[in-house]
């Protein structure tokens, strides 16, 4: 028996489900995304795209800039240092997963 790599209880909840960790990653590798861009990257719809952008940014994981074009809301949202330190903890810890299975093989 082997020791697991990581606590799997440690693991932050504001980052790991899908919709919320595309939502990171999107915003880390293309820089600020509106919701529009966002919904159509991540395929959700706008009810659940909202939920998690809102979770993201209560706990401060991003930032959201409203705007308007022409008489259209635009909400344009940008990952934190928080949210890149954050995302950058559970990629690490997965990462660490990922070589103890292929260690163990």
Same mark, same amino acid.
Do not use: W
């Given at each position: 028996? @082997?020791?697991?790599?990581?606590?799997?209880?440690?693991?932050?909840?504001?980052?790991?489900?899908? =919709?919320?960790?595309?939502?990171?990653?999107?915003?880390?590798?293309?820089?600020?995304?509106?919701?529009?861009?966002?919904?159509?990257?991540?395929? =959700?719809?706008?009810?659940?795209?909202?939920?998690?952008?809102?979770?993201?940014?209560? =706990?401060?994981?991003? @930032?959201?800039?409203?705007?308007?074009?022409?008489?259209?809301?635009?909400?344009?949202?940008?990952?934190? =240092?928080?949210?890149?330190?954050?995302?950058?903890?559970?990629? @690490?810890?997965?990462?660490?997963?990922?070589?103890?299975?292929?260690?163990?093989?």
């Amino acid at each position: 028996m @082997t020791d697991l790599p990581i606590d799997f209880n440690g693991l932050d909840s504001a980052v790991y489900g899908p =919709v919320r960790l595309g939502i990171l990653t999107a915003l880390q590798l293309d820089g600020a995304l509106d919701f529009t861009t966002l919904k159509k990257r991540l395929s =959700v719809g706008d009810g659940a795209l909202g939920l998690h952008l809102g979770k993201l940014e209560e =706990v401060g994981y991003l @930032t959201c800039k409203k705007d308007f074009v022409g008489r259209r809301p635009k909400s344009t949202y940008k990952i934190t =240092v928080k949210g890149r330190r954050a995302l950058e903890t559970y990629l @690490t810890a997965m990462q660490r997963l990922i070589d103890s299975l292929e260690q163990a093989e």
